[in-house]
């Protein structure tokens, strides 16, 4: 058998081919043969959109003829089938692919790398992966949008095809889209102009195709045939749907209009899922019962929830199927793992998993309320109306999962649990999809997947005994499957060693499947290397249920190549497996296991020193880390020493990639922190609380934050050290206001300035100062503010400590701002930019930028202020302070409206509208005025000369 698309017959070399992107035809040395009759051409089709799987007859009834099928549908079907099978024995070759019926189906048995359908999309997932260079993404892409001849299933009818061929037309339109990007970026707008204008008139509602065409037409140098383009769609939508075009266009058509370059879109598509599983077998009306979900038509979510018990393969079949329809959500996928069930790892709560996708968003963390239900309801404004599939994974019940539901019709939300989610069904109008155990067929399915049919056929009883060991449970026969093929055992050896286990953990309650869970972890443990086996027992002392490479060698005090290895071997016996390059995880049974053996048989010595090493690791690898992301902090108060014996901390080749392992790792960064608070390491506690503050703030992670120092405080006072002690202080009190518990706050600004005043440290005094300040700013008492910025900046300069002085003078000015007094405040934020340039203290340059044009405008001085706020807005972009950004494009537009430039205003002021409107009560939780934003629209509108608005109106300052 061959699944190859070069077939040698009679010393003739065949090069074979299947084409679904036109019409359905098989192509033999680039022509197309004939299939026959339209129906055989559908039965060719039906199998090859599944190629290497079994279509059960009666998906393929439905696929070829609705709801009417002839009254013997599966003889006809058998005809059909027979028909294909001779045609593909007659032009493909010397060794044709095996049509066959099995398991109550048909399976072609054809390398997907042969359909032209399956080619395109590994070409345009190619182009989609991070770090390809956009001239490859334009090869990629042009090399899989070649592969289209024509109107998918061209020639077939029915809903099945109707349904499929609207599918793959989106996947198309998207992919045009992501090359028309791509070929911009490299300067080649030439090449994809004449395949937009085609697309555009076939799909003229498809508004991401014209914006690319408008593009593509403004590079070459037509921008008024792009504007004619918006001009026809936007009488069309208004024709056809009553309705304006969407804001990429309206912003697009507005950069035209001014002669701008057209931008590209920016918003990120998050891919999420897990890795599909290798081989994935069965579970046909499971299957059926998820596809379903894409046929209704509803103003409310749908929702499917996925039951069954430990073991069962729940999460296999959701990303399965997820991984299926992800073309059917151009808008990306969410996934996460809610550990609802997990004995070693406490369940996720709402904030983490909001704040998770509100990242995978790109929602900038400044733009992120504090409070949870302002998250929550920017989390639903963001995927409101977006075609996105979500997949919340092992929930404890309906409650973990009902506050997660977007309110979207456009949203598919997956839910799997142990639990029935009776609340959810009931409730919400959830989908209940009930897993049981494998059948024996399925079951067998999977042995043959990997370990061959003849082997599995050749020994029914063994084969039987294995499944029955088993108890139907898919990561227990992959497990058992795993261990025949490292072995090379025949299925008889493997079925006596495995019923001959003598374990005491195999003998737990049978009544459970998922206790044969245990005696397969066991017998696999066994024949583990031991070195594997006690890597094994130590990532039980893991804080969760995955570990990077990195992270794991300093666990076991090995190499980090030799722990490369261990690691593949406990991934190559199915107890591990590779989510992404580089980070490992396992099922939480497996955890649970190790977790088992880690308590009985590793000496508490041990333990304790492998749980020493591992701290170490998070404390040492997020110290350099956060030394690139904030280099002008000031140094750790509590100096950090040489890591643990065996520790192999990472290092960081630039920001970015220390930036990305903050994201990446801050919580086993705060798991790591609360293993040292439990173990009593006080200073350890401390330091990795200082290590985690600058991200924590930056991405707007206040309630981890103020958690982070409490922990921190209590360990402050173990080790009497009072600088320890007054900073947790400190940064606890700045933690409080931002969340606006300011009574706590004050007892901690009063213990710290008495702390560092003992120890007569003039900088300490002069941060409480200045974060005190902040506290009064944000209760409208700026004289107040302005008396601790003011003892803030003498004290910086008793200190000589230049960039706090900085600070100090820029919040001066904005307090004189807020009290009216511009020339004052204009004096003290010149003198902070000299000091924040000679510094280079970016950060420091564009607050102050803000604040000087503030002065600026409210002196009268209007051209100065729009030069000093646009000043400050391109910094500003550049750090990625969205939130910032928007308050200084009000101001911007206050400045602009003032010098009786009404359209600049406008554009401003729209700009600013934009960044906040996914911020629901933003004027409570940011301190940012929504609706002033639009009072200022409406005046400009209205004529209104009741100007300017009140000093300072739009936002108020952050505190570090």
Not at 860 to 873: D, L
């Amino acid at each position: 058998m061959t699944k190859g698309g070069a077939t040698s017959h009679n010393g003739l070399t065949k090069t074979v081919r299947y084409r679904l992107l036109g019409p359905v035809a098989l192509v033999v040395d680039g022509r197309p043969v004939d299939s026959g009759e339209p129906r055989r051409r559908a039965v060719l089709a039906a199998l090859l959109a599944d190629p290497g799987h079994v279509v059960p007859s009666e998906v393929l009834v439905e696929r070829l003829w609705d709801e009417s099928p002839p009254r013997d549908a599966r003889g006809a079907l058998r005809a059909h089938v027979a028909h294909v099978r001779s045609v593909l024995a007659a032009h493909a070759g010397g060794a044709p692919p095996r049509l066959v019926h099995s398991d109550g189906g048909y399976l072609l048995d054809v390398d997907p790398e042969l359909v032209d359908l399956f080619r395109f999309r590994r070409l345009t997932a190619a182009a989609r992966a991070p770090g390809c260079p956009a001239d490859r993404q334009a090869t990629l892409l042009r090399e899989a949008l070649a592969e289209w001849h024509g109107t998918p299933l061209a020639g077939m009818s029915g809903s099945w095809a109707a349904r499929t061929r609207d599918g793959w037309a989106e996947e198309r339109l998207d992919a045009t889209v992501a090359w028309a990007g791509a070929e911009l970026r490299v300067g080649n707008a030439g090449a994809v102009l004449g395949p937009l204008v085609s697309l555009v008139g076939d799909y003229p509602r498809a508004e991401s195709l014209t914006a690319a065409l408008m593009r593509v037409l403004r590079a070459a140098g037509r921008p008024g045939d792009a504007l004619d383009h918006y001009a026809r769609a936007r009488a069309r939508l208004a024709e056809e749907l009553g309705t304006d075009p969407g804001p990429e266009l309206q912003a697009l058509h507005r950069e035209l209009l001014r002669g701008e370059p057209a931008q590209a879109p920016t918003r990120l598509t998050p891919a999420q899922l897990p890795a599909d599983l290798a081989g994935f077998v069965g579970r046909e009306p499971q299957l059926a019962a998820l596809d379903a979900l894409l046929a209704g038509e509803s103003t409310a979510v749908a929702v499917s929830a996925v039951s069954g018990t430990a073991g069962v393969g729940k999460t296999a079949l959701a990303v399965h199927w997820a991984h299926r329809v992800a073309h059917r959500f151009p808008d990306g996928q969410l996934y996460v793992d809610l550990r609802g069930f997990d004995e070693g790892r406490a369940a996720v709560t709402t904030a983490e998993v909001v704040r998770g996708f509100l990242d995978a968003l790109a929602v900038p963390a400044e733009r992120i309320p504090a409070a949870l239900e302002s998250q929550l309801g920017l989390y639903r404004s963001v995927v409101a109306g977006r075609r996105m599939l979500i997949l919340l994974d092992n929930a404890r019940d309906s409650g973990q999962v009902r506050r997660l539901l977007p309110g979207t019709p456009t949203a598919l939300v997956v839910v799997t649990s142990r639990d029935l989610l009776t609340d959810l069904v009931v409730s919400d109008g959830a989908d209940p999809v009930i897993l049981d155990v494998m059948t024996r067929r399925e079951a067998r399915e999977i042995l043959a997947d990997r370990l061959g049919a003849e082997g599995v056929d050749a020994d029914p009883d063994a084969t039987g005994r294995v499944i029955g060991f088993c108890a139907g449970l898919p990561l227990a026969l992959s497990v058992v499957a795993a261990r025949a093929q490292q072995t090379g055992f025949a299925l008889a050896q493997v079925a006596a060693e495995l019923t001959g286990t003598h374990d005491h953990r195999a003998a737990l309650d049978s009544v459970d499947p998922g206790s044969r869970l245990r005696a397969a972890f066991s017998w696999s443990y066994a024949a583990l290397t031991p070195e594997a086996a006690y890597l094994f027992r130590l990532l039980g002392l893991n804080h969760r249920g995955e570990i990077s490479t990195r992270a794991a060698a300093s666990l076991a005090a090995v190499p980090v190549p030799q722990v490369r290895k261990l690691l593949a071997e406990l991934a190559g016996i199915s107890l591990l497996v590779e989510r992404t390059p580089g980070r490992w995880g396992w099922h939480d049974l497996v955890f649970t296991y190790a977790a088992e053996l880690a308590e009985s048989e590793v000496p508490p010595g041990e333990r304790d020193a492998a749980t020493e090493r591992l701290v170490d690791h998070y404390l040492h690898t997020g110290y350099a880390a956060d030394r690139l992301a904030h280099p002008a902090r000031d140094p750790i108060p509590v100096p950090i020493h040489a890591p643990a014996a065996g520790t192999r901390p990472e290092q960081f080749p630039d920001r970015p990639a220390a930036v990305a392992w903050l994201h990446a790792e801050h919580r086993p960064l705060l798991a790591a922190l609360r293993r040292a608070a439990a173990s009593d390491w006080h200073e350890r506690t401390w330091q990795i609380a200082w290590v985690l503050d600058t991200y924590l703030n930056r991405q707007v992670i206040w309630n981890d934050r103020i958690d982070a120092w409490h922990e921190a405080l209590r360990a402050a006072g173990h080790l009497g050290e009072p600088v320890a002690e007054a900073y947790a202080h400190r940064a606890t009190a700045g933690a409080s206001v931002l969340l606006h518990a300011y009574d706590d706050a004050d007892r901690h600004f009063a213990a710290a300035l008495e702390l560092y005043a003992r120890r007569g440290d003039l900088v300490g005094q002069a941060q409480t100062h200045q974060n005190m300040g902040f506290r009064w700013d944000r209760l409208d008492e700026p004289e107040r503010a302005l008396e601790h910025v003011r003892r803030a900046h003498e004290l910086y300069s008793a200190a000589n400590h230049p960039a706090g002085e900085a600070e100090s003078l820029n919040n001066a000015g904005w307090c004189e701002i807020r009290l009216g007094r511009y020339h004052d405040a204009l004096a003290h934020s010149l003198r902070a930019q000299t000091l924040n340039q000679r510094l280079g203290n970016v950060d420091g340059e564009a607050m102050t930028w803000d604040t000087i044009g503030l002065a600026q405008h409210h002196l009268g001085q209007q051209e100065p202020a729009i030069a000093s706020f646009q000043r400050a807005i391109d910094l500003f972009k550049e750090l990625g302070a969205r939130l910032y950004e928007a308050g200084t494009l009000v101001r911007l537009g206050d400045a602009h409206r003032a010098a009786d430039s009404g359209d600049p205003a406008r554009e401003a002021w729209q700009q600013a509208l934009s960044i906040l409107t996914e911020l629901p009560d933003s004027d409570r939780d940011n301190d940012l005025d929504v609706d002033a934003v639009r009072r200022r629209l409406t005046d400009l509108e209205h004529g209104d000369q009741s100007w300017p608005p009140p000093p300072g109106e739009g936002q108020r300052r952050s505190a570090s």
